[in-house]
């Protein structure tokens, strides 16, 4: 593997962690995040799960802020938001937990 593949790599993992960490101060009370297959010239995929009170809040910020990704260092990151309802926020929680 080249340096410039490697500096590629990190660089792509330091960006995927800036989304998650971003979602993570909007929404800090619950938040699920899962790697997902990317789609077409996507370098990667990132799907979160929100309460519902603050899915567009969160979906904007990660819809910018990869959009400037895209702009600054030419990777196309996907982002999905799901709204969680209150009701399902344990059943994640307890999923999350048993893996």
Excluded: C, H
């Excluded at 997902?36 to 819809?63: H, M, S, T, W």
């Excluded at 802020?65 to 990777?75: A, P, V």
């Excluded at 399902?88 to 893996?99: D, T, Y």
Aim: cysteine-free.
């Amino acid at each position: 593997m080249s340096i410039k593949s490697n500096r590629r790599k990190d660089t792509i993992w330091q960006r995927l962690k800036e989304l998650v960490d971003l979602a993570q101060q909007l929404s800090p009370d619950f938040l699920v995040v899962k790697e997902k297959p990317p789609y077409e010239d996507e370098v990667a995929r990132l799907e979160f799960f929100v309460p519902e009170r603050l899915g567009n809040k969160v979906r904007q910020a990660l819809i910018k802020r990869s959009w400037e990704i895209l702009l600054e260092d030419g990777f196309e990151i996907g982002i999905g938001v799901r709204n969680v309802k209150k009701s399902e926020i344990s059943a994640m929680m307890a999923a999350k937990q048993g893996e």
